[in-house]
Structure formats: structure tokens, C-alpha cells
């Protein structure tokens, strides 16, 4: 019972030491590969329009993704919301997703240690194999973000990669059935974000979304 009881003070003071630890603040860029997965788009179609290269900004509960393709225009999470808004290059207004309901299912979960080196940190590996196709993450515990920050983006797994996790994602493969989307990180730095990057601009009409993400 004695050591029972040890063991039980132990791992709690190591979740709270590891919760503890700040969250990642910072930005993460990016590269962006896309392979077309059916003879209606070219890569090169589909990576005109994706674009080549993220720049990843994260600050507590929020953050904000820029992308420089002909679509998308940035993405913002903004957790007091609940929602995620996109601006898309075609359209006058801001597109919003409610993140609270995941629209995909994870029907198997796997997890690799020590799989492969990125940018000299050794990462894990971590398989969902979903509804809408397969999602594989490498990461390294060192880029620490608490997941009950977005416990309300539970949309597109979020919140179901950061409880697994508990870091950044250094890259991921989104296998889809008409395109396999990969992100690799080449640039993690850690620095104060201004809290005004996850603001949206003024004055500009906001459209709920038709597509989930």
C-alpha cells in the first residue's frame, strides 16, 4: 500500500510539473507538399492553390496560420469564440467553423517512439486512422502545449492529436482521398506573439462556412 501510494504521489507531480511547463509561444514555417490523388488536378494545380509554405503562430488557446497559395489567405483560432475563421482569396468575407463538433472519426490510434529526426529533435510518430482517411504527426514532447487550452477544438482532430501529444506537430500527412497533404517543419523558434495577430480585421462581413473541416 505504502509503495502504491508513492508511486501515485509521483505521477501526479510529474503531470503537474509537465502542464506546468509553459506552452508553446511562438512560430513554426513551414514547407507544404501536395500530391494530387486524382487526374482532375496536377500537383502543381494543387500546390498553386495550397500554396508551398506556412508560417504557424501560436499563443496560448489561439492561433493563426498564413499560407501563401492562391486560396487560403490566413486561418485564425480564436478560443473564446469557439471558432475558426478563414479568409479566402475569392471571397469579400471571413468564413467561420464552429470547432466544438468533430465532423470525422478516429477509429484507430497508433503511437511510434522515437520514429525519425526533424530538424535534430527526435520525434514520435502518431497514426489516426479516421473516417476521412489516415493522419500521421511526428512531434518531440520539448515543444510542450497543454492540451485543455483547446479542449473546444475537437473539429479536425485538434484537440484529439494535442491529448495524445501534448506538443506541436513538427510535421504531418494528411492522406486524403483526392490528395495527400504533408507539412514539414523547417523553422521553430520561440518568441513573444502580439496578442493583436489573432484579431480580425474590422469591418468585414463573417459568413458561416459550408464546408467542415
Not at 489573432?198 to 473541416?213: C, G, Q, R
Amino acid at each position: 500500500m505504502k509503495k502504491t501510494l508513492t508511486l501515485l504521489i509521483f505521477f501526479q507531480f510529474f503531470a503537474a510539473l509537465v502542464f506546468a511547463q509553459k506552452s508553446f509561444e511562438g512560430e513554426v514555417v513551414y514547407s507544404i507538399s501536395i500530391k494530387s490523388n486524382t487526374p482532375k488536378f496536377t500537383d502543381a494545380q494543387l500546390s498553386s492553390i495550397m500554396g508551398t509554405t506556412q508560417h504557424y503562430y501560436m499563443k496560448g488557446a489561439n492561433y493563426k496560420s498564413v499560407l501563401n497559395g492562391k486560396m487560403s489567405q490566413w486561418e485564425i483560432y480564436v478560443n473564446k469564440n469557439k471558432k475558426v475563421y478563414n479568409k479566402i482569396a475569392s471571397n469579400d468575407s471571413i468564413l467561420w467553423n464552429d470547432v466544438t463538433i468533430n465532423h470525422d472519426t478516429i477509429y484507430k490510434v497508433n503511437l511510434k517512439k522515437n520514429d525519425t529526426t526533424i530538424l535534430g529533435y527526435k520525434c514520435d510518430k502518431l497514426t489516426f486512422t479516421c473516417n476521412r482517411g489516415i493522419e500521421i504527426y511526428y512531434f518531440n514532447p520539448q515543444f510542450v502545449v497543454d492540451p485543455r487550452l483547446y479542449i473546444n477544438h475537437q473539429e479536425g482532430n485538434w484537440y484529439a492529436f494535442l491529448e495524445k501529444s501534448r506538443s506541436i506537430a513538427l510535421k504531418e500527412i494528411m492522406q486524403k482521398k483526392y490528395f495527400t497533404f504533408t507539412l514539414t517543419a523547417v523553422s521553430v523558434k520561440r518568441k513573444p506573439i502580439d496578442d493583436k495577430l489573432f484579431e480580425l480585421p474590422p469591418n468585414m462581413p463573417l459568413t458561416k462556412s459550408k464546408v467542415n473541416l
